[in-house]
């Protein structure tokens, strides 16, 4: 229903009113499309794709909104599919590929603006799915692509897992490929599986010396995909941005002190964290 302030403005606009030819009257166009509903935002449409609860739901979502989803809405679409998909649907899809077409069309048209970064769920999903061939094979490329640049360890991160070791008295699992293609940058046991993610420069919009200080702290649309699709995969997540690990240095205070309260309370809140694998 629409909002009363919303109505009264409709009919304030409407000018004289039009019949329908049976004494009935209705609005004038600008009014009609003033109470037009709003096309919904890139954030809106992921929510609606993370819930649906049947293939033909998400299928219906690509149909109705295609034009308007982004490189995070796409991926998230494989991503549910490769989750909900049960063996009747498989058989389904694999008998006309037809279905999913649209979708690996406009998916592999993305990947030269999306990059490696993500395309890891959207073959995963294409494995699980059992799809090979036609348009699935540029996933396939990129998924290799991504793979082979996991597993790169930069000295930032050799000082985060120095200072993780210190704190849980065990050296935590480094570079840890799971399913879906990604690499964690530390896999840390602490009452619940943690995954740790050190973010330095490249991961964030802008590295160049003449962006401002929020440029620098805003993270880049492949930051920002891998860490919603973790969460997706119900990973319970850390992410350490380098410019939060370089004040620890600047602070007063033993700085081995204050690294391992940082981490310790990082990771206590991913611990406390609620996580419903699918829903990113």
């Known amino acids: 229903m629409l909002p009363l302030t919303l109505l009264a403005l409709a009919y304030s606009l409407a000018g004289p009113r039009r019949y329908d030819g049976r004494g009935r009257r209705g609005l004038s ?25 049947t293939v033909d739901g998400i299928l219906q979502l690509h149909a ?12 998230t679409c494989w991503s549910r599919l490769g989750r909900i998909a049960k063996n009747a649907d498989r058989r389904r899809l694999l008998q006309d590929p037809a279905l999913l077409a649209p979708l690996a069309r406009q998916t592999a ?15 995963h999903a294409a494995a699980k799915l059992r799809l090979e061939g036609g348009p699935y094979e540029a996933l396939w490329r990129c998924h290799a692509e991504f ?3 996991q597993g790169r360890p930069s000295r930032l991160q050799r000082h985060v897992g120095a200072a993780l070791f210190r704190l849980v008295g065990s050296r935590p699992r480094e570079e840890v490929t799971i399913p879906e293609g990604y690499s964690l940058d530390y896999l840390v046991e602490r009452g619940a599986r943690v995954a740790v993610e050190v973010d330095g420069p490249s991961h964030y919009a802008a590295a160049s010396a003449t962006a401002s200080a929020a ?14 699709q973790l969460r997706s995969f119900g990973w319970r997540l850390v992410s350490i941005p380098y410019f939060e690990w370089d004040q620890l240095h600047a ?3 033993s700085t081995a002190e204050l690294q ?7 990771l206590d809140e991913a611990v406390a964290e609620t996580v419903v694998a699918g829903v990113s």
Do not use: F, M
């Open 260 to 266: 391992r309260r940082y981490l310790a309370a990082a």
């Open 251 to 253: 602070a007063k205070g």
């Open 64 to 75: 109705a909104h295609g034009d308007a989803l982004d490189d995070i809405n796409l991926s």
């Open 109 to 123: 048209a993305a990947l030269d603006d999306w990059g490696p970064w993500g395309v890891s769920a959207t073959a």
């Open 215 to 228: 440029q620098h702290r805003a993270p880049s649309s492949a930051t920002l995909l891998k860490r919603r």
């Open 147 to 149: 793979t082979a640049q």
């Open 29 to 53: 166009r600008q009014a009609l499309v003033l109470c037009a509903p709003r096309p919904l935002t890139p954030r809106q449409l992921n929510g609606r794709i993370a819930n649906a609860s």
